[in-house]
């Protein structure tokens, strides 16, 4: 199965930051079928980004997903206090679908 | 609006069984696949099984093949995932997710989770 390794495991910063949080595949996810979720306790999990670099219906343009291959990356422009939670990237490429470890979004 | 409510979660003692429902609306239910995954405490999410919209389709991760059963009624616009067996390490909470049509399939609409402990 693929494996996903998100980097930094906490990200510490503050509102007005650029966030860049990364997923790094063990194989080629060649389709760029990627995804990013945002999860908060208690909540439903939010499709951020999907195909690697489409915005889900809703999500504001401070959040873009890039990358190609091996390495993707989620870019949150300019923080917003309500940005402050976990993110998991996701390829749905290969069954199983499988998720990273997760990247906490702190306020510092 | 798309709705995902899911519900039958709750302590269960290990070896027990539990029976998950999710309840969808503001979507033609029959023609989306469905899915369940799971968030253990302190752990990252898990896909556990998918199933078709006409219910002829269905997978498995390989940690619950053949313990758990997803199903569906599209009649009343529920799945379900009948889960026997249970360890311990199966305590998480338990989201639904509607895949979309899209080339990929992504799940884009999830349920808020419903919450498994599976202890003596």
């Known amino acids: 199965e693929i494996v996903l390794t998100q980097s930094p495991a906490t990200l510490s910063l503050s509102p007005g930051d650029r966030a860049t949080l990364s997923c790094g595949a063990s194989q080629s996810i060649s389709s760029s079928y990627l995804a990013w979720f945002q999860l908060k306790p208690g909540l439903a999990p939010r499709l951020l980004i999907y195909d690697a670099s489409n915005r889900a219906t809703g999500i504001p343009d401070r959040f873009s997903g890039s990358g190609s291959g091996t390495d993707f990356t989620l870019t949150i422009s300019r923080l917003e206090p309500e940005d402050f939670a976990v993110y998991y990237c996701q390829q749905y490429q290969d069954s199983p679908r499988t998720f990273g470890q997760g990247t906490k979004l702190e306020i510092k | 609006e798309v709705q995902l409510v899911e519900s039958g979660g709750g302590l269960v003692q290990p070896g027990g069984s539990l029976r998950l429902s999710c309840k969808a609306s503001?979507?033609?239910?029959?023609?989306?696949?469905m899915s369940w995954a799971r968030q253990a405490p302190g752990k990252g999410l898990e896909w556990v099984s998918s199933i078709s919209g006409s219910s002829d389709i269905t997978y498995y991760a390989d940690s619950v093949k053949g313990r758990f059963t997803i199903s569906r009624d599209n009649s009343k616009n529920i799945v379900y995932m009948q889960m026997n067996s249970l360890g311990a390490e199966e305590t998480a909470v338990y989201y639904c997710s509607k895949r979309s049509t899209t080339r990929g399939g992504i799940d884009d609409y999830w349920g808020q989770g419903t919450l498994v402990t599976v202890s003596s």
């Open positions: 503001g979507f033609t239910f029959s023609k989306y696949a």
